[in-house]
């Protein structure tokens, strides 16, 4: 498989937040009404949209690069079992960390991929926790290395972040981690 290719979804994923955010910017802000307000019924589809939303640039780039430090070493560390790795832990990684952010969060408006961010980490440590393979605990410990200064953000709140986003999609990733790795069958021995 090509570098390209085995890393298609991720380039996409990055790339469609950057299109969301020209949009929005060509719409005057218009789409942060889809933002995500905890409790709000009539905010409800914010848990599928909020994380394509960022409030500037600054926000977006801090977001774009470890979304794709981390989302490609998702892609790498099951190469070759499952294709579109990436894209079925994104997906569940939103729709969990969201679904919490709305059951759980301060009522304010969440907006941005964070807890993406926070849910891969999660997924990744919690991957070489329950999967115990060298493949998975060389990833994990290259992701602590990397980006172990963002464990202060799941605790520490701080004016206008929502350390929230960070906390859910930090468990969620731990959760999707060991779901997966329980359902999966270990290899036979003879």
Request: net charge positive.
């Amino acid at each position: 498989m090509s570098f390209l290719n085995r890393f298609r979804d991720v380039f996409i994923f990055v790339g469609s937040l950057w299109a969301v955010f020209a949009l929005n910017w060509v719409l005057s802000g218009a789409l942060y009404q889809y933002g995500l307000v905890p409790r709000h019924m009539e905010t409800l589809p914010g848990i599928l949209v909020s994380p394509f939303l960022h409030g500037d640039y600054v926000h977006l780039i801090s977001n774009s690069v470890p979304l794709l430090i981390l989302g490609c070493l998702v892609s790498l560390e099951r190469s070759g079992e499952r294709r579109g790795q990436f894209r079925s832990v994104c997906l569940a990684l939103i729709l969990f960390s969201g679904g919490l952010m709305w059951c759980f969060g301060r009522t304010a408006l969440h907006i941005g991929a964070s807890g993406v961010v926070y849910g891969l980490l999660g997924y990744l440590l919690g991957s070489a926790w329950w999967r115990r393979d060298f493949r998975s605990i060389i990833i994990a410990v290259f992701v602590l290395a990397l980006y172990s200064g963002l464990i202060s953000g799941l605790f520490i709140p701080m004016r206008g972040v929502s350390f929230e986003a960070h906390l859910f999609g930090f468990l969620s990733g731990g959760l999707i981690a060991y779901i997966s790795c329980r359902t999966k069958k270990p290899p036979r021995y003879s």
